[in-house]
Structure formats: structure tokens, C-alpha cells
């Protein structure tokens, strides 16, 4: 079975510009998180979503946001990109029971 | 904001020997679990060890886990080069849906 596929694996984006993250869950895996990952850190949590509907938001500003859509694929979008955005950004499915999360292989931007 | 903490931050060891690395945490959790990430990739879920279990074993990894000190330790035994990555400690917050991650040992093991 595929494991858990984002995309695209690098970009590179000007600040002020805005940037999209797609992620596809494992097969059957109806929950899908959010992470960004900063060089030397660990990841911190942006959003969760399960059947579509948002279950928790880190402490992220409202340029993050993120959607899911029926086939429980999500997206996640970043305006009015900062310097400070550049990082890995980490998608994680579950089963409902949220327990153990499988991540993808992330997206890494840099904002120049 | 990180929940855990790790320490040490890096760990350099002989291959065949063990490897232990700690976490601390600071508020009440349901579950506490162990990953591993090589060279900022993805990160690759380890064990899980529930908030009424004291101890978890998995091949050559045992983890304990002492909710009262809100402490957990990660032991690899018989390392082998392979072992090198970055190990991150996350927990399970309470009533929430969210986990928080370490900032991570990275262990690196000499052949």
C-alpha cells in the first residue's frame, strides 16, 4: 500500500507570495495533520482535520490555512509568505483513534 | 510551543553500543510516542507507549515512560550505523488533538 504522499517535494517562493501544499493519506486513513518543521527543531503542529471538518489549530496566524476535501486528500496554504515560513512541511494520516500518525516524506520551502 | 524536551540534544556512540535518550513533558498526556527522522525527512513512528503502561519493548528499542516525574526514555540497544537519524519524543495532550514534538537527540553511530 502507498504510504502517505505530499507534493511538491521542494519549492521556492518569494516573500509576499503564496504557496499551496497538497497531501494524500494512507488508504482508509480518514484524519490528516499538519507540521512545520524548522532546521534544527521539532515539528510543531499546525492543523488537524477529520472528515473534512477542522479538529485543532496550533498556535499558527490566520495566513495558514488548510482544507480537506472528500476523498480525505487535504491542502494546506500559506499567504503572504515571511522569511520566517521557510521550512519542512510535514503531512501525517491516522485512523480515527489518532493515536500513531504516518508521515509523508514533507514539502520543504524556502522563501527567499 | 514544544511540550517535550530531549536530552541530550546529540549523542555520538561506537556501533554495539546502547543508546539511551530521555524526554520530559509538562502537562498530563494520554499517550507518549517515539519517532525517528534521517536527515530531515519524514518521520517514521517508532513505539507508543500509553499514560498507564510503565514499560514498552519492540526489537532492540525499550521504552519507559514515568508519568509522575512526566519523564520517558528511549533505550536502543546493540546500535548499528543504520541507527543514525534524529529521535523525537511526542506526546498526546489530553483531551486534545494535537501533538507536541521535541526538538530531538540527533544520534549519530560510529562504525
Known amino acids: 500500500d502507498a504510504g502517505v504522499t505530499q507534493s511538491p517535494t521542494h519549492l521556492i517562493k518569494t516573500r509576499g507570495q503564496h504557496v499551496t501544499l497538497r497531501c494524500s493519506p494512507i488508504?482508509?486513513?480518514?484524519?490528516v495533520s499538519w507540521y512545520q518543521q524548522v532546521l534544527g527543531q521539532g515539528p510543531q503542529f499546525i492543523f488537524q482535520?477529520?472528515?473534512?471538518?477542522?479538529?485543532g489549530r496550533g498556535n499558527f496566524p490566520d495566513r495558514f490555512s488548510a482544507r480537506q476535501f472528500p476523498n480525505y486528500s487535504s491542502e494546506l496554504n500559506v499567504n503572504a509568505l515571511l522569511l520566517g515560513d521557510s521550512a519542512l512541511y510535514l503531512c501525517?494520516?491516522?485512523?480515527?483513534?489518532?493515536?500513531?500518525?504516518?508521515f509523508g516524506p514533507g514539502t520543504r520551502l524556502l522563501v527567499l | 510551543s514544544q511540550q517535550g524536551e530531549e536530552d541530550p540534544q546529540a549523542l555520538s556512540i561506537q556501533e554495539g553500543e546502547n543508546a539511551t535518550m530521555n524526554c520530559s513533558y509538562k502537562?498530563?498526556?494520554?499517550?507518549l510516542q517515539w519517532y525517528r527522522q534521517n536527515s530531515g525527512r519524514g518521520l517514521v513512528h517508532l513505539i507508543l507507549?500509553?499514560?498507564?503502561?510503565r514499560e514498552k519493548h519492540s526489537g532492540r528499542l525499550r521504552v519507559t515512560l514515568d508519568t509522575s516525574k512526566k519523564s520517558s526514555s528511549l533505550l536502543i540497544t546493540a546500535s548499528r550505523a543504520a541507527d543514525t537519524a534524529s529521535y523525537f519524543c511526542?506526546?498526546?495532550?489530553?483531551?486534545?488533538?494535537?501533538?507536541?514534538f521535541g526538538a530531538g537527540t540527533r544520534l549519530t553511530v560510529k562504525p
Open positions: 488508504s482508509g486513513h480518514k484524519s
Open positions: 482535520y477529520y472528515e473534512k471538518e477542522e479538529r
Open positions: 501525517a494520516s491516522s485512523l480515527p483513534s489518532k493515536e500513531t500518525q504516518y
Open positions: 507507549i500509553r499514560s498507564n503502561e
Open positions: 502537562t498530563s498526556i494520554n499517550n
Open positions: 511526542a506526546t498526546d495532550l489530553d483531551n486534545n488533538n494535537d501533538m507536541r
